[in-house]
């Protein structure tokens, strides 16, 4: 039996439900709290079940907002969205990856203009949502320990121990994104005070260190493999290989040869391989990619729709007034919220002619730019990388629930291949500049089913692997990481339309490299501040 896939979608669906209304106007104390339960501690932690359940919702923190189905929100939020959606909006939304129709309804000027502040809704939700799944990991290790535990037999106590690894790697994920998107945030564990207490601020390079002595301790904790959709080595090493490839960017000093190093750890285990059909990463029978999958977030549109994860990036990519016919990508309707921005377009050269695999875009009707407004319905390519399809090119679930099946792939082996060879390039020890060219084309010749989309060395270098990347991962959450990477987020060397709120795109302010800690959260901890905002 799969943990995530049974019991989070029924176990925990039937009794417990770490229900919280932890953000109010201030969130500072709130932060250090226990989750309420539906049940009492004593109830919940007297068995193995209950154990897997708490775990079951820690993993589920990123896809679901609370009870699903039907079932209230675990914090309020301005959005009411799961984790992965509200990640979506602050990764994707600035980039040349996104162009968002309801710049209105979801109130997206700010973060689809770069001209956010520390009142913006979007960046609340983001945060809040992030510390709320840290604060679960935390009360949910507060039983694991060697005495909350000693009532159990020997065998009992190893199955709960493995589980406080698998909550320790989504809390050191949790934490990278606080790092990634923030610069900084307040430090909780599970030694916190529950009560009366302010949390210590963590600037970048302390978080770091906390991230990577996180995941070199995981290394020895987590098993070699686990069911799909849970922690084991090779997630954390594929944490740790995106934590060091931007380790420059949070600490001022390369991590490149430690980024290959945890690549090389993947590679070397035997078990992952290219998935020869590059749609099928991105289906609603994704779940069994486990080769080139390293961890998947489960989606579940009968038992645990929510309007984000696989539903979102399905939906929000089909037109709902255009040509483009929903069946199609396994789904009754399309939002017509997400649209490429021109300039991404123009990585696949003529989009028409294209051999590149990847350019999955609908252009019928489509002016490539946006020369009107952002927001305009008939300008910017549709992507159709996601799709709500079996492997037979059926609609999966029940198409009444209007939700997705389809898993969003966090980490997968494409990513590490590019991962390696950048860290290369950047001049990082333990690999050729050969054989990180191979990776490179590895991925490449999927992409174009043979050899003749195979790069020389000669071409290869940090701006075509910022491209490449971008071919490769579309909306999978790390377009903004990478632009700041590679130094062309706010700055005048890569110029999208509308990027800084004009029409021809424009550089803006270095501090939008980073998002500020939410308003509230500065006026009630005086240990956090926003002094670029």
Wanted: net charge negative.
């Amino acid at each position: 039996m799969n943990i995530v896939k049974n019991i989070l979608f029924k176990t925990f669906a039937a009794g417990v439900l770490l229900a919280a209304s932890m953000c109010t106007p201030s969130c500072t104390d709130d932060l250090n709290q226990s989750p309420h339960t539906g049940f009492t501690s004593e109830m919940v932690y007297s068995s193995v079940d209950g154990y897997r359940s708490v775990l079951a919702k820690i993993y589920g923190a990123y896809t679901l907002v609370g009870q699903e189905k039907g079932g209230g929100a675990d914090i309020s939020s301005y959005s009411g969205y799961d984790l992965l959606r509200c990640l979506f909006v602050l990764q994707e939304g600035p980039t040349d990856e996104c162009a968002f129709r309801w710049l209105s309804g979801d109130n997206l000027y700010a973060v689809a203009y770069m001209q956010w502040d520390a009142s913006d809704p979007g960046v609340s939700d983001v945060y809040y949502r992030l510390y709320y799944s840290i604060a679960v990991v935390n009360e949910f290790l507060r039983h694991t320990d060697d005495a909350s535990i000693s009532g159990f037999d020997a065998a009992t106590q190893d199955i709960i121990r493995g589980y406080a690894a698998e909550a320790r790697f989504v809390r050191a994920l949790d934490y990278w994104f606080v790092l990634d998107l923030y610069g900084k945030g307040p430090y909780v564990d599970v030694n916190t005070p529950t009560t009366a207490f302010t949390p210590e601020a963590y600037d970048s390079k302390k978080l770091f260190e906390y991230i990577e002595s996180e995941l070199k301790d995981l290394e020895e904790l987590l098993p070699d493999t686990n069911d799909y959709g849970r922690a084991d080595k090779a997630t954390a090493w594929a944490l740790a290989s995106r934590l060091y490839l931007n380790g420059e960017v949070y600490t001022g000093t390369s991590y490149a040869t430690e980024c290959i190093d945890a690549c090389k750890k993947i590679t070397g285990t035997g078990r992952f391989s290219l998935e020869a059909d590059f749609a099928k990463l991105f289906n609603a029978d994704n779940h069994k990619r486990t080769n080139e999958i390293i961890y998947g977030i489960y989606a579940d549109g009968e038992n645990a729709m929510t309007w984000g994860s696989g539903t979102n990036l399905v939906h929000g990519s089909c037109g709902s007034d255009n040509s483009q016919d929903p069946t199609k990508y396994g789904i009754k309707s399309g939002w017509g919220n997400y649209r490429v921005r021109g300039e991404y377009a123009e990585l696949f050269g003529d989009v028409a002619s294209s051999t590149d695999g990847r350019c999955l875009l609908w252009t019928d009707g489509q002016n490539q730019y946006f020369d009107t407004s952002l927001d305009d319905g008939t300008c910017g390519y549709h992507s159709e990388k996601w799709t709500n399809l079996t492997d037979e090119g059926e609609m999966s679930g029940d198409p009444a629930t209007g939700g997705a099946n389809t898993d969003f792939p966090m980490f997968r082996l494409a990513e590490i291949y590019l991962n390696c060879a950048e860290a290369v390039l950047r001049g990082g020890s333990g690999m050729s500049r050969g054989e990180a060219l191979e990776l490179v084309n590895a991925v490449r010749t999927r992409a174009y089913g043979d050899e003749s989309g195979n790069i020389s060395d000669a071409q290869f270098n940090l701006d075509f692997i910022l491209d490449e990347r971008g071919r490769e991962m579309l909306y999978e959450n790390v377009r903004r990481t990478d632009l700041v990477r590679h130094g062309k987020f706010t700055t005048a060397a890569y110029v999208w339309q509308w990027k800084g709120g004009v029409a021809a795109g424009r550089a803006v302010d270095s501090r939008y490299n980073r998002y500020p800690i939410p308003a509230s959260e500065v006026s009630a901890n005086p240990n956090l501040s926003n002094p670029e905002y």
